[in-house]
């Protein structure tokens, strides 16, 4: 990719895991912050029997619920070139803008859900 080539596209890319955060960042897990280390990564918790007596078992840790996603700005042309390395289908314009309009309307329907107002008398 060429910093100098004008973004006309944004791609998304979700971080669900640790391992994500790595391939992103560069960085080795000893060097992600401790609360993002277990990212993702399921830990055993022991036997069903032991959840019973153990006071911290319902303890909820916060970072659990982080959601993180990138925004990352690319050209058409490195858009193609990346698409056409991996032997992808290579959209067309009006591919992608009608993929842009259906995101946008599914992120603006989970960020503002409708919600039903009802009238006195008009019901």
């Known amino acids: 990719m060429d ?3 004008e973004a006309q596209l ?3 890319i979700d971080v669900t895991t640790v391992f994500d955060v790595m391939n992103l ?3 080795a897990l000893d060097k992600i912050p401790a609360e993002l280390r277990h990212l993702g990564v399921d830990n055993y918790v022991g036997n069903s029997i032991l959840d ?3 006071p911290l078992a319902d303890i909820q840790n916060p970072w659990n619920r982080l959601e993180l996603r990138y925004r990352v700005p690319v050209s058409l042309k490195a858009f193609k070139a990346v698409r056409r390395s991996r032997g992808l289908h290579i959209p067309k314009a009006t591919e992608i ?3 842009a309009r259906q995101r946008a309307e599914e992120d603006r329907c989970r ?3 409708r919600t039903e107002q009802k009238i006195a008398g008009l019901e």
Do not use: C, K, Q, V
Request: cysteine-free.
């Open 52 to 54: 019973r007596i153990d």
């Open 3 to 5: 910093r100098d080539d």
């Open 97 to 99: 803008e009608a993929y």
């Open 10 to 12: 944004f791609i998304s």
């Open 25 to 27: 960042t560069g960085l």
């Open 111 to 113: 960020l503002y859900p």
